[in-house]
C-alpha cells in the first residue's frame, strides 16, 4: 500500500471562519474540499484554467501591512483585511496563507446574478427536450443564483441546432456557453485539436475545422465535461432523463488500463456508462469504446439458458452434467482474464484440486497511450495474484490441442473464452469431454458438451486487478438473465469450495492480498505490491497513468 | 339478574286497520312524486362537468394539429402511483414539427393505478398533458385499461394555445436566417 505525503496546509478565511486547506491548491478546489461550492462553468479540475466564464468571481483580500516596518497592520486587535478593490475569479487563484475570501457578500452575489443573466440572453428554452437536464449546470446555478425572470426584449440569437460534430457527438450551438472545456480537452488531453470558436460577438460558435470531425476514441469526454446541453452523446440522445437512472460503480473491461466507470441503469436496463473520477488512474476520463460495452448485454447471442449437448436444461441438471464432464479424465482450464479476482481464485483451487494445468489466453490490441492498453483484458494480474498463473499469458492454445491430439487431455473446462478464435478448433474440442461457461454463443459454445451461462460485468460483482496492479472493484448493476447464477457460485459450485469464504482465503493466503476485502474497498481502489511480478513481459506501453517497468 | 316482565299495550281499532299509516306513507309518497327529479338517468344522461374537473388524463395537440407533448417525462417522474410510462424518442428530420426534435415514442398511463391528482397537468411545462371532462373508463382486461399515445390523443383532442413557442422559435430562426430581426 503507498500511503501519501501530508500537503502542508496554509490558513484560508472564508467569510469570517478560518479554514485548513493545502498549500498550493486552486481556490475552487480548495474551497469544495471544505464544503463550499464556487459556481464554475469553464473551470475543470484536470483541465487548463481559462477563466472565461466569469462564474467564479469571489472578493478577495489579505492582512495589510506596514510600507515602512512590513509589519501587519492591527485594527481592534485583529489584523487589517484590505479588499481588493475588484472580484477576481476564484478558478485563477491558488490559495495563499492569510487570503480571505467573500463568498457571500452583496457584490459577489450582484455578479453571479449578473454572469447568469448575460449566460441566459440567448440561451434558448429548451430544457424539457435537453439531455443535459437534471445534470445542467447552468440549469442548477440559474434556480440558485439567476434572477427568475429575463428583461431581455429582443429576439434570441438562432444558432445551428443538431449539428453532426462526429460520429458520436451531437452539437446544439444554442445551448453553448462558450466555456471553452471541449476545445482544451481535446488540444490538452486527446492531443487532437479539432475544434475551436468561429465568428464574434452574440454569433460565437463553436464548431470543427474544415475538413475535421470529432471522431477520436475520447469524444464522448467532451461531452461529460460540458457543462450545459450544447455537446450531446449521439447514442444516449433522447433516450432516459438523467433522474430516473441509478449509478452505479463499475470498471472499463476494454483493457488492463481498468478505466473507473459509472454505469446508468433504469429498471434492468443500462443506458449510458460514464467516467468516474480516480486520479490514479483516469482521471475523468475514459475511451468511447468502454461505453459501447452495455450493448453486448442484450446481443440477440446472449447465452441464456445451460444446455447439454445442445439440448436445453436446467442449470442444476448442467452442472451435475458438467461435474461429471469434468471428472473424466487428466483436465485442463482455459481461464479467464475476463474472471475477476474472486473467480479466478476459486478456479485457481480447482486447478489445484484436480491437477489440471491453467491456459490464460491473451487478447492483444493497439494501446493508445492514454486509457485503451496493449492487453485487452481487464484482468489477467488478478490471474498472477490468485495464483492462477505464473507465466505470460498464452499467445494461443495450440499447446493444448496438441495435448489433446496427443490424448493427454480428456476434460476441458473454457472459462469465459471463445477458444477456438486461439488455436482450439471445434474439431478439437469434440475429441474431448468440454465445459463452457460463456457470456455470448460462439463456435466454442456450439462444440460444447455443456455450456453454462455467464454474467456480464454489469450483472455481477467482483474485483478486478489492473496494469498497475491496482485492486479495484466492480458492482452489479443490472440483473443478469433468469435463472442464471453469477460465475463465482457456478464455479464455486463445481470446485466444491464455499464461495463466500474466497476473500477469507485470499487475505490468509496470498501475500499482495493480506488483510484486504474485496467488499470492503475504498471507491479508488487499493495499490497493490507487484513486485513478484515484474520480470514477466508484460504487453502494455506508456498510458495517462501508467509507465512499463524499465527492464534492465 | 331479574327479569322484569313488561306488559305490551293492546293496538286500537285505528292501528289494527292499519289505514292511518298508510295514509301516512302515502303523503310521503305523494309529495315526492309532485317534487322535480334531483337523479340522472344514467348512463342515457351525462351531468354537467364543471370547469376544474380532474378526469381522465389525456393528451393534446395545438390548434395547428401539433403533438405538444415532447417525452420530457417529468409527468413520468412526478406521477405518485407511478401510473405513466414514456418512450422517448427522436422526430424525423423530415417530418413537418422536426423543429421540436423530441417527442415520444410511446405514452403509457396505466388507468389502474392513476389516482387523478392533477400533478401530472401542473407539473408539464409544454401544457400538453390535461385532465378533462372525461370521468368513466371501463374495460374487460387490464391492458383495456391502459390508454396508449393514440388513445390519450384521440380522448384529449385539440386545446387553444396561448404560446407557440416552438412555432414562434422556428419562425424567428428562419427570419434570422435571412439576415432579418
Redesign the interface.
Known amino acids: 500500500m503507498v500511503t501519501d505525503n501530508k500537503p502542508s496546509l496554509v490558513t484560508l478565511n472564508v467569510d469570517g471562519v478560518e479554514h485548513q486547506v493545502p498549500a498550493g491548491a486552486n481556490l475552487v478546489d480548495a474551497l469544495a474540499k471544505i464544503g463550499k461550492e464556487v459556481p464554475h462553468y469553464c473551470y475543470h479540475p484536470k483541465l487548463p484554467v481559462a477563466g472565461n466564464c466569469r462564474m467564479c468571481l469571489v472578493e478577495l483580500g489579505s492582512p495589510m501591512r506596514d510600507r515602512a516596518t512590513n509589519e501587519v497592520v492591527m485594527e481592534n486587535g485583529k489584523p487589517k483585511i484590505g479588499w481588493q478593490p475588484k472580484p477576481a475569479i476564484a478558478c485563477a487563484t491558488t490559495v495563499s496563507p492569510g487570503l480571505h475570501v467573500r463568498l457571500e457578500s452583496p457584490g459577489v452575489k450582484a455578479c453571479r446574478e449578473g454572469v447568469t443573466e448575460m449566460l441566459l440572453l440567448n440561451h434558448p428554452l429548451d430544457c424539457p427536450i435537453c439531455d443535459q437536464a437534471g445534470e445542467c449546470k447552468l440549469q442548477e446555478y440559474s434556480a440558485e443564483y439567476g434572477r427568475g425572470a429575463s428583461r431581455y426584449v429582443d429576439e434570441k440569437n438562432a444558432k445551428p441546432k443538431h449539428t453532426r460534430l462526429g460520429p458520436r457527438v451531437t452539437l446544439d450551438d444554442e445551448r453553448c456557453i462558450l466555456c471553452s472545456r471541449c476545445v482544451r480537452f481535446t488540444a490538452e488531453i486527446a492531443k487532437d485539436p479539432v475544434l475551436g470558436f468561429v465568428n464574434r460577438g452574440s454569433y460565437n460558435t463553436l464548431t470543427c475545422f474544415p475538413g475535421r470531425e470529432l471522431a477520436h476514441n475520447y469524444s464522448l469526454n467532451t461531452v461529460d465535461i460540458c457543462p450545459v446541453g450544447a455537446l450531446t452523446s449521439t447514442d444516449f440522445r433522447f433516450k432516459m432523463r438523467v433522474w430516473f437512472l441509478k449509478q452505479t460503480p463499475s470498471i472499463d473491461t476494454e483493457s488492463s488500463a481498468g478505466a473507473n466507470t459509472t454505469v446508468w441503469s433504469r429498471e434492468g436496463q443500462i443506458h449510458r456508462i460514464t467516467p468516474r473520477q480516480n486520479d490514479a488512474v483516469n482521471d475523468t476520463w475514459m475511451a468511447d469504446s468502454g461505453r459501447e460495452l452495455y450493448k453486448a448485454v442484450s446481443a440477440p447471442n446472449r447465452v441464456l439458458r445451460a444446455t447439454v449437448k445442445a439440448a436445453a436444461t436446467s442449470l442444476e441438471s448442467a452442472l451435475a452434467a458438467a461435474a461429471e464432464a469434468l471428472a473424466a479424465g487428466p483436465l485442463a482450464i482455459v481461464a479467464s482474464a475476463h474472471s475477476s479476482v474472486e473467480e479466478q481464485r476459486v478456479l485457481a483451487r480447482l486447478a489445484q484440486q484436480k491437477g489440471a494445468k491453467v491456459y490464460v489466453p491473451a487478447h492483444r490490441g493497439a494501446g493508445d497511450g492514454l486509457l485503451v492498453s496493449e492487453d485487452r483484458s481487464p484482468n489477467f494480474r488478478g490471474a498472477l495474484v490468485t495464483g492462477l498463473t505464473d507465466r505470460a499469458a498464452d499467445a494461443d492454445l495450440k499447446t493444448l490441442a496438441a495435448e489433446i491430439d496427443a490424448g493427454k487431455v480428456k476434460s476441458v473446462l473454457i472459462v469465459r473464452d471463445d477458444a477456438a478464435m486461439q488455436g482450439l478448433h471445434a474439431e478439437t474440442l469434440a475429441k474431448v469431454r468440454s465445459v463452457v461457461l460463456a457470456t455470448h454463443q460462439s463456435v466454442t459454445t456450439a462444440a460444447a458438451e455443456v455450456v453454462l451461462p455467464a454474467l456480464s460485468v454489469f450483472e455481477r460483482s467482483g474485483t478486478f486487478v489492473n496494469c498497475q496492479f491496482r485492486l479495484q472493484a466492480f458492482a452489479q448493476a443490472v440483473p443478469g438473465p433468469a435463472g442464471a447464477l453469477p460465475d463465482l457460485l457456478v464455479l464455486a459450485k463445481l470446485a466444491g469450495v464455499d464461495a463466500n469464504g474466497v476473500w477469507a482465503d485470499l487475505a490468509a493466503n496470498v501475500p499482495a492480498l493480506a488483510g484486504l476485502n474485496g467488499a470492503l474497498l475504498p471507491a479508488d481502489g487499493v495499490q497493490l505490491d507487484g513486485s513478484a511480478w515484474s520480470a514477466l513481459p508484460f504487453p502494455e506501453g506508456k498510458l495517462l497513468k501508467f509507465a512499463p517497468a524499465t527492464r534492465a | 339478574m331479574a327479569i322484569k316482565v313488561v306488559e305490551r299495550r293492546p293496538l286500537s281499532l285505528a292501528e289494527r286497520t292499519y289505514l292511518p299509516q298508510i295514509l301516512a306513507g302515502l303523503k310521503v309518497t305523494w309529495a315526492n312524486m309532485l317534487r322535480p327529479p334531483v337523479t340522472l338517468q344514467y348512463p342515457e344522461e351525462r351531468p354537467a362537468i364543471p370547469t376544474g374537473y380532474r378526469g381522465v388524463p389525456t393528451l393534446v395537440r395545438d390548434p395547428n394539429g401539433r403533438e405538444k407533448c ?5 409527468c ?2 412526478v406521477c405518485p402511483p407511478k401510473a405513466i410510462r414514456i418512450t ?3 422526430i424525423a ?1 423530415d417530418a413537418p414539427n422536426a423543429h ?3 417527442a415520444p415514442q410511446e405514452f403509457e398511463i396505466n388507468m389502474l393505478r392513476c389516482i387523478y391528482c392533477g400533478l401530472c397537468q401542473e407539473v408539464c ?2 401544457e400538453a398533458i390535461w385532465l378533462q371532462s372525461q370521468y368513466s373508463m371501463t374495460g374487460t382486461s387490464r391492458e383495456m385499461m391502459v390508454n396508449n399515445k393514440a388513445k390519450l390523443y384521440e380522448l384529449g383532442g385539440t386545446l387553444p394555445d396561448g404560446h407557440y ?1 416552438w412555432d414562434r ?1 422556428k419562425a ?2 428562419e ?3 435571412h439576415g432579418g ?1
Open positions: 415532447v417525452s420530457c417525462q417529468l413520468e417522474f422517448p424518442g427522436a428530420a421540436v426534435e423530441k411545462p409544454e413557442k422559435k424567428e430562426a427570419r434570422q436566417a430581426h
